[in-house]
C-alpha cells in the first residue's frame, strides 16, 4: 500500500481525529517538527518495534473503531460507554493473540474508548495482504462484540477498520512514522473500505461461483431412544480460507448483501451431502428469514434441488434464525405459508435470545423450537434455567410443537433435559459436526435410553440429586483464608465455600465454621495468610449427579451431629457440578411424597392411573415385548351393595393382595401391578410370564374368594340383589376375568388404540361364565405397518393357547361355571 506523499496533511488528519494528540504538541500556525509527534508505543514495546524496524522489518498498522461512539457516547451513561470500549479492547486482543501471534511483533493499544490500535511487524510478504486481514479481523471482531453490545445497549454496534503501513523514518522518526501510518488508517476506516475489503469482496465471490461451500453435519437425537430423529446441515467455507469460520462467511454476506447466493449455495451443498443420512432421518437447513423476501428468491428453487437428489420437502426442516429481525412479517408469513403447504417442516432457531419473542414465535406456529445453548449451559446446576425451560416445554405443548435442545456438552446436563421432558437434543456430548454424519457412540445412546427410563417412571426412580443442584462458590486450593473470609463479609447470603484442585472438589468451608475458628485468641493472625487446606473439611459428602435424592438424604443424615446440615457436594465423572443444601432436599422429598400421594389409589396404595400411563409409556420407549393384563372382577357391584362397602372393601384388597403375590412368585423383576379404580386392575408383564402369572392369580382368587360370603349364600351359590339394569335377580359368587394383550412396542402406540383393544378383550372376558382367562389372537399392537384393528373369527377376540394364523376359527366356547379356560 504506498504512502501519504505529505507527512504534514497526514499529521493534521490525525489531530483532528486523535484526542491523546493535543494541541500543545504543536504550536498554532506552525508546522510540526518530527521531535514533538506524540509517542503511541511507549517503554518496552517501543523498543521491540524499534528493534524490529532496526533490522530491517516491515511494519503496519490496523485500526478498529466503533462507528458514530461520539454520538454512543452522549445517549448513554459513561460507565455503559466505557465498558463498550473495554469489551472492544478485549476482543482485539482476544482476536489478536488468536490470529496474528505468529508475527514477530503483534502489540495491541486502546487509543481512547471506541478505537483499538493494532501494530504489527513482519517481513514485506507477511504485510502486503495487510488490507485483508484488516477485513477479516473487523468482521471477527464485530461478531464477538455483538452480544455486548446488545447487552449493554440493545442494539448492535457497526465496526470499522483501516490499515496502512508505516513507511521510512528509521527508528529516529519512529513517532512520526507511526502517526503518519495511524492518519491514513483512520482514513480508510471512515472511507467505504472500512466496510467492505476489495479482496475479501473477490474471494467471497470466487467461493460462490466455485462451489466451494462445504456441509458438515451434526445429530439432532431424540432423547427417549437415542437414535437419531435428523441432521443439522451446517456451512463451511474453505479450510485454508478466512471464510472457514460459518459466522464470518454469513456476517460479511449480510455486510455485501449477498445472504440470498450464500444460502443458495449452502442449501445445494446440505441437500447433495445427504445422500448417506440415516433411514428415516430428516435434514435440518438454517434459512435467513430475510432470504425470503430477497427479489431473487424463487420458492420452487429448493424443490427443484430435493428432485436432483431424490429428496421429498417432508424429509427438510427449514430452521429460520432467531438472532434477525423481519420487518415484512405479512410476506414473511405467505411466504413461510407456502413451504408449510408444500410439505416442509419450521423449527426456530436461537429460542431465548434476539428479537423474537413467545408471542412472535406463537405466530410463526413451528414445528420445533430449538432452545438456545445459553440456556442449556450448566442448566443441571441453574434453577432459574430449568424453570425456563420447564416454561418452554409447557409452551411447546399448548402450541404443539417440540423442543430440541441445542449446545449439551456434559451427561449432568444430557440427564437433566431428560428429566425435564426435552424432546431431542443436539451438542458435542452427542455428536460433534462431521462429514460424512456421525452417529451418538453406543454408551451415549444407552446413557439417554437409561435416564429416560427413570424420567417417566416417577413412582419407581426418585430424581437425581443434579435437578436440585445450583452452582457452588468454589476456591482455589492455593488460596488464602483471608480471601474466603473477604469473600463471605462481601456475601452475607453465602453460607459455604468448596475447595477445588483441577475442577475437583478437595473440600468445604462453612461460614460459621471459619468465623469460629477466626474469632478465636490469635485465630486471625494465625490463619488469614494460611492455606484454606489448613482450614477446609476434607470429608465434606460429595455424590455423583445421578444419584437419586432419597439416597443422598440418607447419607447426608447418617453423618457426624455437627455435619448434619452442611450442604451436599454434586460431582459428574468427579468433577464438581453443583451443590445441593439439606433444607432443599427434604422440600424435595415432601414433593415427592405428596405427588406419590396422588398417584396411588387410597384404598390399595398400588400406582393409579397416572402412574400406569407411565410405565406403559417406558416399555414403549424402550421397546420391549409385554403383555398387558385387564383384570376385573365379576358381580361385584351386587356383591357390595349386599354386603356393603367395607366388605366391598375387604373384597378389593384381597385382590390386589393376590395378584402382588402371583406377581412375586411367577413374576419378573420388571413387572407391574396398577389399581385403575374400583375392581380393575392392570398387569403389566414379559410375555414369557404372563400365563403363569395369571393362573396363579386365579388359583389363589377362586380358593380365597367364597370367604367373603356368609354360609348360606356360599353354600346356595349365589346371592340375590338388583343389578345394574335395575333388575332384582340372582347373581353368583364374586369371580375375576382377565384379558390379556399381546403389546410389540415396535412402534409407538397411543392410549386410545390400548384402551380400545383392551376394552373389547375385558368385555369378551366378562361374558364368560366363572374366573376366565382370554388372551387376544390379533398380531400384537405395535407392530410397524400392522393393521391392529382386523378382526378374526366374530368378535376378534379369543383366549390362545398357542400362536395360530387368523384364519384359525374364532372364538371357543364358554367355559364350565367357576373354571378357569385358558
Not at 511507549?42 to 523498543?47: A, I, L, N
Not at 477479516?136 to 445497549?153: D, I, P, S, Y
Not at 464470518?248 to 451443498?269: G, H, I, P, T, Y
Not at 393384563?629 to 393376590?658: E, S
Amino acid at each position: 500500500m504506498a504512502g501519504p506523499t505529505s507527512r504534514q496533511p497526514m499529521l493534521r488528519t490525525f489531530m483532528q481525529f486523535s484526542p491523546r494528540f493535543e494541541q500543545r504538541f504543536i504550536p498554532e500556525g506552525a508546522a510540526a517538527p518530527v521531535a514533538q509527534a506524540p509517542q503511541l508505543l511507549r517503554g518496552k514495546r517501543r523498543t521491540q518495534v524499534a528493534g524490529h524496524m532496526g533490522l530491517g522489518g516491515a511494519l503496519g498498522v490496523i485500526l478498529l473503531e466503533i462507528q458514530d461512539f461520539s454520538l454512543l457516547r452522549r445517549l448513554v451513561r459513561p460507565e455503559v460507554a466505557e465498558a463498550l470500549g473495554e469489551a472492544l479492547e478485549r476482543e482485539v486482543r482476544a482476536v489478536a493473540v488468536a490470529r496474528l501471534s505468529a508475527l514477530p511483533v503483534c502489540l495491541v493499544e486502546r487509543l481512547d474508548p471506541g478505537r483499538a490500535l493494532l501494530v504489527v511487524g513482519g517481513n514485506g510478504a507477511a504485510l502486503d495482504a495487510l488490507e485483508r486481514t484488516t477485513a477479516g479481523l473487523r468482521l471477527e471482531v464485530r461478531g464477538r462484540l455483538r452480544a455486548e453490545a446488545m447487552r449493554l445497549t440493545g442494539q448492535e454496534m457497526e465496526l470499522r477498520g483501516g490499515a496502512a503501513l508505516v513507511l521510512g523514518g528509521g527508528v529516529a522518526g519512529l513517532d512520526m512514522a507511526l502517526a503518519s501510518a495511524l492518519a491514513e488508517a483512520s482514513r480508510l476506516a471512515r472511507s467505504e473500505a472500512g466496510k467492505c475489503a476489495s479482496p475479501m469482496q473477490r474471494e467471497f465471490r470466487e467461493i460462490l461461483e466455485l462451489g466451494r461451500v462445504r456441509a458438515v453435519y451434526q445429530p439432532i437425537v431424540n432423547l427417549r431412544s437415542g437414535t437419531v430423529f435428523a441432521w443439522e446441515a451446517l456451512a463451511r467455507g474453505p479450510a485454508d480460507s478466512v471464510f472457514a469460520s460459518p459466522a464470518m462467511l454469513f456476517d460479511f454476506a449480510e455486510e455485501s448483501a449477498s445472504v440470498f447466493a450464500l444460502e443458495k449455495a449452502c442449501r445445494e451443498a446440505a441437500i447433495g451431502g445427504f445422500s448417506a443420512r440415516q433411514e428415516g432421518a430428516r435434514l435440518f437447513c438454517n434459512i435467513h428469514p430475510r432470504t425470503m423476501l430477497d427479489p431473487a428468491f424463487t420458492p420452487g428453487e429448493t424443490r427443484k434441488l430435493l428432485d436432483k437428489y431424490g429428496m421429498e420437502p417432508r424429509d427438510v426442516v427449514l430452521e429460520i434464525t432467531e438472532r434477525h429481525s423481519v420487518k415484512d412479517f405479512n410476506l414473511f408469513h405467505r411466504t413461510l405459508a407456502h413451504y408449510r403447504d408444500a410439505g416442509y417442516g419450521v423449527a426456530v432457531d436461537d429460542v431465548g435470545t434476539g428479537y423474537s419473542g413467545l408471542a412472535s414465535i406463537a405466530e410463526i406456529k413451528p414445528d420445533f423450537m430449538k432452545i438456545d445453548m445459553s440456556l442449556v449451559r450448566g442448566i443441571d446446576a441453574n434453577p432459574v434455567k430449568r424453570a425456563l425451560l420447564e416454561t418452554m416445554l409447557a409452551f411447546a405443548e399448548k402450541i404443539g410443537c417440540r423442543i430440541v435442545a441445542e449446545g449439551i456438552e456434559t451427561e449432568s446436563e444430557l440427564a437433566c433435559l431428560i428429566r425435564l421432558g426435552a424432546h431431542f437434543g443436539q451438542g458435542y456430548f452427542l455428536g460433534r459436526p462431521a462429514t460424512p454424519p456421525a452417529t451418538p457412540a453406543e454408551d451415549v445412546r444407552l446413557a439417554i435410553v437409561s435416564g429416560s427410563n427413570q424420567a417417566v417412571d416417577g413412582l419407581k426412580c426418585a430424581s437425581p440429586i443434579s435437578d436440585l443442584a445450583e452452582r457452588p462458590n468454589q476456591v482455589p486450593h492455593d488460596a488464602q483464608v483471608g480471601e474466603v473470609k473477604r469473600f463471605f463479609d462481601a456475601d452475607e447470603a453465602a453460607q459455604a465455600v468448596v475447595v477445588v484442585r483441577d475442577g475437583r472438589p478437595e473440600g468445604l468451608i462453612m461460614s460459621h465454621h471459619l468465623d469460629r475458628l477466626l474469632s478465636s485468641q490469635y485465630g486471625l493472625a494465625l490463619f488469614s495468610r494460611r492455606d484454606v487446606s489448613r482450614i477446609m473439611d476434607p470429608q465434606c459428602l460429595a455424590v455423583e449427579w445421578d444419584t437419586p435424592v432419597e439416597v443422598a438424604a440418607q447419607a447426608a443424615m447418617a453423618r457426624d451431629r455437627d455435619k448434619l446440615y452442611d450442604p451436599i457436594l454434586v460431582t459428574c465423572r468427579g468433577r464438581l457440578s453443583g451443590i445441593v443444601s439439606v433444607q432443599k432436599i427434604l422440600d424435595a422429598l415432601a414433593c415427592v411424597q405428596v405427588e406419590m400421594a396422588k398417584g396411588a389409589n387410597p384404598l390399595t396404595g398400588l400406582p393409579g392411573n397416572v402412574a400406569i400411563e407411565r410405565e406403559i409409556a417406558r416399555r414403549a420407549v424402550v421397546g420391549t415385548p409385554a403383555c398387558l393384563v385387564y383384570v376385573d372382577l365379576d358381580n361385584f357391584k351386587v356383591f357390595n351393595d349386599v354386603y356393603g362397602f367395607q366388605n366391598g372393601d375387604k373384597a378389593i384388597l384381597m385382590t390386589a393382595r393376590i395378584l402382588a403375590e402371583a406377581l412375586a412368585s411367577k413374576g419378573g423383576e420388571d413387572d407391574f401391578l396398577g389399581h385403575v379404580g374400583g375392581d380393575d386392575f392392570v398387569l403389566l408383564c414379559s410375555c414369557d410370564t404372563v400365563e403363569p402369572v395369571c393362573r396363579a392369580a386365579i388359583d389363589a382368587f377362586a380358593a380365597a374368594s367364597p370367604a367373603l360370603y356368609g354360609p348360606e349364600d356360599r353354600e346356595r351359590g349365589y346371592i340375590e340383589g338388583q343389578g345394574r339394569d335395575g333388575r332384582l335377580g340372582r347373581f353368583g359368587l364374586l369371580t375375576v376375568s382377565m384379558g390379556v394383550i399381546d403389546c410389540a412396542f415396535a412402534v409407538a402406540v397411543t392410549m386410545d388404540e390400548l384402551g380400545q383393544r383392551a376394552a373389547a378383550v375385558k368385555k369378551f372376558a366378562k361374558s364368560r361364565q366363572g374366573n376366565s382367562l382370554v388372551r387376544d389372537r390379533r398380531n400384537p399392537l405395535g407392530l410397524p405397518g400392522d393393521p391392529s384393528e382386523r378382526r378374526v373369527g366374530g368378535e376378534g377376540v379369543g383366549e390362545k393357547e398357542e400362536r395360530m394364523p387368523p384364519a384359525a376359527g374364532g372364538l371357543r366356547p364358554p367355559a364350565p361355571p367357576n373354571g378357569d379356560s385358558i
